[in-house]
T-cell receptor, first 117, second 111 residues
Framework: GAVVSQHPSWVICKSGTSVKIECRSL??????MFWYRQFPKQSLMLMAT?????????EQGVEKDKFLINHASLTLSTLTVTSAHPEDSSFYIC?????????????FGNGTRLTVT | GESVGLHLPTLSVQEGDNSIINCAYS??????FIWYKQESGKGPQFIID?????DKRQGQRVTVLLNKTVKHLSLQIAATQPGDSAVYFC??????????FGEGTQLTVNP
């Protein structure tokens, strides 16, 4: 089945530094990938839609200059949390459609636990 | 805005029993629904999906029921096992749009 790989699985960084998270589709090409954030005991909140070869589309309230998204190829999207602060500590999850239609399952990576100290 | 919600935040069942997890959605234009299972510290795992032109779909030990009249979705798990313990999310979308997730139900299976 379709596999989405996310790296790293966890990261601890100091306040003010930047962290890059990678999301790869391993056995399919993904023109669109999605980045979610999940706080403890809460649901997934969509942050942005990452489009291969073009700018990402951010959800309302998500700072595009703080959460930089790059989708340089059909199998890789990256999320960079710039100047991280403790309130950015969360579980970040990427996903991609395995099919060409939105009416096909969305597959998720295993998430990245970010802790900002 | 439109959202998908769940009736119960937690559900506790005995091993071997059947589990039913419910979900209410409010967007009548939604035409695609998915159930995901999320174990602690992991990303959501696809369980089963259903399109709005169907009212029932079965998988291995799981069945999804869709009632468009009352905008209700349910996930039935047969012979629930300890490995089924997780948080279950329903999600909905309208053709060409992004997924909207419900709040999640924590299923606990007691041995």
């Amino acid at each position: 089945g379709a596999v989405v790989s996310q790296h790293p699985s966890w990261v601890i960084c100091k306040s003010g530094t930047s962290v890059k998270i990678e999301c790869r589709s391993l056995d399919f090409q993904a023109t669109t990938m999605f980045w979610y954030r999940q706080f403890p005991k809460q649901s997934l909140m969509l942050m942005a839609t990452s489009n291969e070869g073009s700018k990402a589309t951010y959800e309302q309230g998500v700072e595009k200059d703080k959460f930089l998204i790059n989708h340089a190829s059909l199998t890789l999207s990256t999320l960079t949390v710039t100047s991280a602060h403790p309130e950015d500590s969360s579980f970040y999850i990427c996903s991609a459609y395995s099919g060409i239609s939105y009416n096909s399952p969305l597959h998720f990576g295993n998430g990245t636990r970010l802790t900002v100290t | 805005g439109e959202s998908v919600g769940l009736h119960l935040p937690t559900l506790s069942v005995q091993e071997g029993d059947n589990s039913i997890i419910n979900c209410a959605y409010s967007n009548s234009a939604s035409d695609y629904f998915i159930w995901y299972k999320q174990e602690s510290g992991k990303g959501p795992q696809f369980i089963i999906d259903i399109r709005s032109n169907m009212d029932k779909r079965q998988g291995q030990r799981v069945t999804v029921l869709l009632n468009k009249t009352v905008k209700h979705l349910s996930l039935q798990i047969a012979a629930t096992q300890p490995g089924d313990s997780a948080v279950y999310f329903c999600a909905e979308s309208t053709s060409g749009s992004r997924l909207t997730f419900g709040e999640g139900t924590q299923l606990t299976v007691n041995p």
